[in-house]
Nanobody, 125 residues
Framework: QVQLVESGGGLVQAGGSLRLSCAAS????????MGWFRQAPGKERDFVAA????????YYADSVKGRFTISRDNAKNTAYLQMISLKPEDTAVYYC??????????????????WGQGTLVTVSS
């Protein structure tokens, strides 16, 4: 099972930027689709973005398109989420997630079964 550790969260003013990182423990990192989800207080966890195992294809929630960019460095076993033009409604705990390639092909966004501990992003108005 892949182990995931997020970093990079913090407090930022509206309009600011942050970059989240997700370090994966398993060396066959390139076999996994990587994703980011977020959970705001009192709300369900929502999909934010995902990136294919090669990094060639990215998927985004409508609410973050044009503002967030997901990327990965397979040589470093690390995925990233670059966030710009942050809004107060982006405030949430952000979770990194991984889905095995085969599982993604079967179940898409429901395939993520490995999760990090989360990192808090707070956007002040």
């Amino acid at each position: 099972q892949v182990q995931l550790v997020e970093s990079g969260g913090g407090l930022v003013q509206a309009g600011g930027s942050l970059r989240l990182s997700c370090a994966a423990s398993r060396r066959i990192f390139s076999d996994y689709v990587m994703g980011w989800f977020r959970q705001a207080p009192g709300k369900e966890r929502d999909f934010v973005a995902a990136i294919s195992w090669s990094g060639g294809t990215a998927y985004y929630a409508d609410s973050v398109k044009g503002r967030f960019t997901i990327s990965r460095d397979n040589a470093k076993n690390t995925a990233y989420l670059q966030m710009i033009s942050l809004k107060p409604e982006d405030t949430a705990v952000y979770y990194c997630a991984a889905a095995a390639k085969g599982s993604w092909q079967m179940a898409g966004r429901n395939a993520f079964d490995a999760w990090g501990q989360g990192t808090l992003v707070t956007v002040s108005s």
